[in-house]
C-alpha cells in the first residue's frame, strides 16, 4: 500500500526550528509532486508549501505566512522530503501532513484521492 509517513513534530519555543520528514513507502517519490499541508486548533488546513520533482528552486512554493523560515527539499534517493522551518511563531501550531500527487507541478491543485500522511504535530509555545 502506497503510504506517506511524517514525522519530526514536536514541542518548541517560539523562535525555535524543527525538520520534518515526509517518508514514502511502498512507492518511488521519483515524478511526484509533493505537498505540505498544516491545519491549526479551529482552522481550515493551508497548503504551505509544494516542490516538484525535480526540486530545483523554481519549483517550490511557499505560502506568504512561511515564506522566508521555512525551506522544502528532497532527497529522491533517501525516498524523503524535508521541511525545515525556522524562527517558529505560535501560529505556526497544528498538525502538518505531506501529500504526493503524479507527475504535476508546484503549485498545483490537490486531490482527496491524492496521497497522503497521517500527520505530525507542531506545538510552539509562546
Known amino acids: 500500500q502506497m503510504q506517506l509517513v511524517e514525522s519530526g513534530g514536536g514541542l518548541v519555543l517560539a523562535g525555535g526550528s524543527l525538520r520534518l520528514s515526509c517518508v514514502a513507502s511502498?512507492?518511488?517519490?521519483?515524478?511526484?509532486?509533493i505537498g505540505w499541508f498544516r491545519q491549526g486548533p479551529g482552522e481550515e488546513r493551508e497548503e504551505i508549501s509544494c516542490i516538484d520533482d525535480n526540486g530545483n528552486d523554481a519549483s517550490v512554493y511557499y505560502a506568504d505566512s512561511v515564506k522566508g523560515r521555512f525551506t522544502v527539499s528532497r532527497d529522491n534517493d533517501k525516498n524523503t522530503v524535508f521541511l525545515e522551518m525556522n524562527n517558529l511563531k505560535s501560529e505556526d501550531t497544528g498538525v502538518y501532513r505531506c501529500?504526493?500527487?503524479?507527475?504535476?507541478?508546484?503549485?498545483?491543485?490537490?486531490?482527496?484521492?491524492?496521497?497522503w500522511g497521517r500527520g505530525t504535530r507542531v506545538t510552539v509555545s509562546a
Open positions: 501529500t504526493a500527487a503524479w507527475n504535476r507541478g508546484c503549485p498545483t491543485t490537490w486531490l482527496a484521492n491524492d496521497i
Open positions: 511502498s512507492f518511488s517519490m521519483e515524478h511526484y509532486v
